[in-house]
């Protein structure tokens, strides 16, 4: 019997391997994985030069707490990838994982007007669905029903008010003028922050507003005092096309750069915990200008070996010029899901962008989401016994019904992989 608490009661294969796109078990079964896991891997498994620039640093100095010393590898990694952005003076506050990346924002949202002495605005608008992490902070932020219910008693609801999900069926800046009733409702001089991913993942596969809708939400956070917050924890580093996905909004009037971006996941790709995010100036110094520190902080935060990781995914993904690849790849494999929808009368929509890929499924009578979930769930297995790993969901309609599927393979993707991944999908639709 095993001594481990798994996440379900499903039987879980024992992975032993990685290997580029795919993963394989202990019985030499070989897995594509079509959503790096919780599109984290971005680079593929089992990369020596990530694994060789680990141990190096482990050798060199494994470990420091925050609150005594920087290291070189960090000072280093914070300049590159504040070099990233388009406006100069950012500052990166590391941390291990995504959850604790916007729990971060969040935190320091509340600190930032509290140090301007505006201690009324500590609520923050999201988003109706979002997935923001399973921390209580970072999960209250969250638009999503199933996985907030059972904990809905520790959270204060009235802190966290909701905006309606983008509509591709509205104009970009019509649609993020929505925000503007949600603020009045809340009280404009209690809000701190708005928090959206800039293609929502795990909650509402893919989905993305329309031109104008950032550039606009920018401006409604400055003109009423709050500042814009990306969570960038999935879309970051190339996953959806660009180094970060608010830059596909970018007018002449907003450089597409937010007051905070969080990010996580693929920042590592997975060869160790790695997340954080990128402060403005503004909110820098006025936290460090008003009490001096930003009264937070986690025990492996900046850990030395899990940035070495990250600086040499980070160099892989520059000189490899992957963001390109996620964007031309992305454009390839929306075609074949394409072509997959007119064979699977269920897939109702299919979006995505760069590797960042959707698929909407219903009832094809209706072309509305089936009464209960579970379509997405029998694919996602249907696709797991043929070889293929996806990521399976449901709830963006309603918290219940609305089911999806969510498609991220590694950026390092080849083509006859990409080949592959659809085929193995058809036969999954074929079967479920």
Known sequence: ?????????????????????????????????????????????????????MRAQALTLPFVHGSQFTSPVLEAYAARLAGLLSTPGYRFWAVSGGSEATESAIKLARQYHAERGDTGRYKIITRRPSYHGASLGSLAASGMGARRELYTPLMNDAAWPKMPKPDPQLDGREDARRLEAVIQEAGAGTVAAFMAEPVVGASDAALAPNSGYYAEIAAICARHGMLFIADEVMTGLGRAGSLFATAQWATPEWNGTPDIVVLGKGLAAGYAPLAGLLASPDVYDTVMGGSGAFKHGFT????PVSVAAGAAALDILQEQDLVTRSATLGTRLLDGLRDLQR???????V???????????????????????????????????????????SGAVDGVRGDHLLLGPPLTLQDTEADELLALLREAFRTA
């Open 1 to 53: 019997m095993s001594s481990v608490f798994y996440r379900s009661k499903k039987p879980y294969p024992v992975a032993v391997r990685g290997e580029g796109a795919y993963l394989i078990d202990e019985h030499g079964r070989r897995y594509l994985d079509g959503a790096s896991g919780a599109l984290v891997a971005n680079l593929g498994h089992g990369n020596a030069r990530i694994a060789d620039a």
């Open 300 to 303: 492996y935060a900046g850990h």
């Open 343 to 349: 064979e699977a009368p269920a897939i109702l929509e």
């Open 351 to 393: 979006r995505g962008r760069g590797l960042m890929l959707g698929l909407v499924l219903g009832d094809p009578d209706t072309g509305e989401a089936y009464a209960a979930p579970g379509i997405a769930e029998r694919v996602g297995r249907a696709a797991m016994a043929a070889g293929l790993i996806t990521y399976p969901g």
